[in-house]
């Protein structure tokens, strides 16, 4: 069975279940062989090394699955946060999530979900009272 871990989504910290398997296992790799042997034995009657072949391909077919499922189930479906697009590009990532966010507001199948806890946003205070200190330095520059 696939194995999927609970984890929190790094921006609107919901809980989740992700899986954790990103490439082929050996389990993988056996029921690929076992596929191929089946394959053997229902064409040619015997095994015969050209139903490795056939191990070759169920072994590139459950790369791409087990690939797209990883792929499609790290990206959070409350906020739409896609960890690897993030490392790749913080702004393209950012865009998404606000796309994702305007699309839910519009949506009625997301009426009846629970809201999302989003962090919040700074605010700019104009009289520096209640900052860190050194932020009025900073938004002097």
Known sequence: MARRTECYCAFCKTPRKVYTEKTLRLRHVF???????????????????KSLMFAVVAMMTAEIFVRI????????????????????????AASLVREFIDRRNR????LLRAPLNLPPRPTPQSDGKGTRPGARVSQRI
């Open 31 to 49: 029921w690929s062989f076992l596929l191929s042997l089946a394959f053997s034995f229902v064409i040619w009657r015997e095994y015969n090394p």
């Open 69 to 92: 499922r990883w792929r499609m189930h790290i990206t959070c479906r409350n906020c739409g946060f896609d960890p690897v697009l993030y490392v790749k590009d913080p702004n393209r």
């Open 107 to 110: 949506d009625p199948e997301f």
